[in-house]
């Protein structure tokens, strides 16, 4: 129903900052949690970040706490990853996810319903 469009990824060094963004288009956009999840090669699917609908309650993967932003502007239906401090373990294929809930809940994948396709963030040292 919500499709989900994410651009911004790219090559930085550590210590560098991305600001990846999400095109949201649907119904349901402004009504629902919007996440970043993020998966690396050989690894599983992490939760990043996770924003209510209001774009007031935000919650953090220990990892992204006091790196990374999350914000959404929801009159131009889109949302935002601020990175900052990057480190080369953040290298990965990150997702941006609307949610099924106005409110935050869980973080896992199946607490999310749609799902963008991707945006690569690789950081070197």
């Known amino acids: 129903q919500v499709q989900l469009v994410e651009s911004g990824g790219g090559l930085v060094q550590a210590g560098g900052s991305l600001r990846l963004s999400c095109a949201a288009s649907?119904?349901?956009?402004?009504?629902?949690?919007m996440g970043w999840f993020r998966q690396a090669p050989g690894d599983e699917r992490e939760f990043v970040a996770a924003?209510?609908?209001?774009?007031?309650?935000?919650k953090y993967a220990d990892p992204a706490k006091g790196r990374f932003t999350i914000s959404r502007d929801n009159a131009e239906n889109t949302v935002y990853l601020q990175m900052n401090s990057l480190k080369p373990e953040d290298t990965a294929m990150y997702y941006c996810a609307a949610g099924r809930r106005p409110f935050i809940r869980g973080t896992d994948g199946a607490d999310f319903s749609s799902w963008g396709q991707g945006t690569q963030v690789t950081v070197s040292s």
């Open positions: 924003i209510d609908w209001r774009g007031v309650g935000t």
């Open positions: 649907g119904r349901t956009f402004s009504g629902v949690v």
